[in-house]
Antibody
């Protein structure tokens, strides 16, 4: 059964770069069934899609974040990563890594989430 | 601000049916049969409960059903149970530029 697990620093200073990693277990990241993505949820707010990547490295992003986001994949480690530059307090959120089921455009497996706080 | 609109809260008594609306536009909900719904209990990750407007993943109760009319999708929970108390969010595919948009979520309370 596919499982996803996020890891990250927990705290980042304003203007710095956020880096999170998601480890995929129970399946290969090189499958053609899924894209791999990130979704965030600010405290007390709704979900926001950040972007997705295919195992080939081809990625697509939320237009509102596109200038600051890079999502990459490491097939040798069965991991994918999120990089968000120039963070501000508005980027403080619970970050989830997800699998996007290509055939249905639905996010069918979610990690448990990792809290990222932006503060000096 | 979310691209899709949902009511902030809906409530019902055990055994009743409730419906949650998700309103978008002709660029997302109204243009694709690709609305998905997610259930999120407090402190937990969201769980996919409906996809492609009306389909249920394996293992999801048939008390959850979906429909759509124009730019508005709906989630109906029949035979409401205490464990249905959670937040429910809709999501729609919105084309190759915007890709995916979510609603703000609806808090369901079982009275």
């Amino acid at each position: 059964q596919l499982q996803l697990q996020e890891s990250g620093p927990g705290l980042v200073k304003p203007s710095e770069t956020l880096s999170l990693t998601c480890t995929v277990s129970g399946g290969s990241i090189s499958t053609t069934t899924y894209y791999w993505g990130w979704i965030r949820q600010p405290p007390g707010q709704g979900l926001e899609w950040i972007g997705c990547v295919f195992h080939t490295g081809s990625a697509f992003y939320n237009p509102s974040l596109k200038s600051r986001v890079t999502i990459s994949v490491d097939t040798s480690r069965n991991q994918f990563s999120l990089r968000l530059t120039s963070v501000t307090a508005a980027d403080t959120s619970l970050y989830y890594c997800v699998s996007l089921w290509r055939a249905t455009d639905a996010f069918d497996v979610w990690g448990q989430g990792t809290i990222l706080t932006v503060s000096s | 601000q979310s691209a899709l609109t949902q009511p902030a809260s809906v409530s019902g008594s055990p055994g009743q049916s409730i419906t949650i609306s998700c309103t978008g536009s002709s660029s997302d909900v109204g243009n694709y049969n690709l609305v998905s719904w997610y259930q999120q209990h407090p402190g937990k990750a969201p769980k996919l409960i409906l996809y492609e407007d009306t389909k249920r993943p394996s293992g999801v109760s048939d008390r959850f059903s979906g429909s759509k009319s124009g730019n508005t999708a709906s989630l109906t929970i029949s035979g409401l149970q205490p464990e249905d108390e959670a937040d429910y969010s809709c999501c729609s595919y919105a084309g190759t530029t915007v890709h995916y948009v979510f609603g703000p979520g609806t808090k369901v309370t079982v009275l």
